[in-house]
């Protein structure tokens, strides 16, 4: 968790400088108050739950998921179940941030993902 809030920092940091209709002075304070309080978060949550390498944290839980399919191609079976969807809509956001796409690269969650993506389909959020 340590881990994707720190891909949700860069997420918020580009996306509150780069899209939207927010003010000079709403970008800047988003990005710089944001970024400290993420940073707090973060640090409570990794301590919280000893977590003392994020990114191995990830991979392990990402595994962990990926072992419970036992060979299924979703928990639900031939299609998602609410487990499924809430797994991959923690996922989704960070899939095209660097530490999606290392975890994708360095797990077996890649196929898993990719079935998902099909199953759910685009995204609706509204873009800018």
């Known amino acids: 968790m340590a881990y ?39 640090k409570n949550l990794k301590k919280k739950y000893n977590i003392t390498d994020e990114r191995a944290s990830l991979y392990e839980a990402v595994e962990t998921w990926v072992d419970a399919l036992n060979g299924r191609e979703f928990l639900g079976g031939s299609k998602p179940n609410l487990a499924d969807l809430a797994v991959f809509g923690v996922l989704r956001p960070i899939r095209n941030l660097r530490s999606g796409r ?27």
């Open 102 to 128: 290392d975890m994708v690269e360095q797990t077996r969650i890649g196929d898993w993902y990719k079935r998902m993506e099909n199953a759910v389909g685009e995204s609706s959020r509204m873009k800018a």
């Open 4 to 42: 994707i809030l720190s891909s949700y920092l860069d997420f918020i940091v580009n996306f509150s400088c780069n899209a939207g209709n927010f003010s000079f002075t709403e970008r800047i304070t988003v990005k710089y108050a944001g970024a400290a309080a993420m940073y707090f978060v973060s």
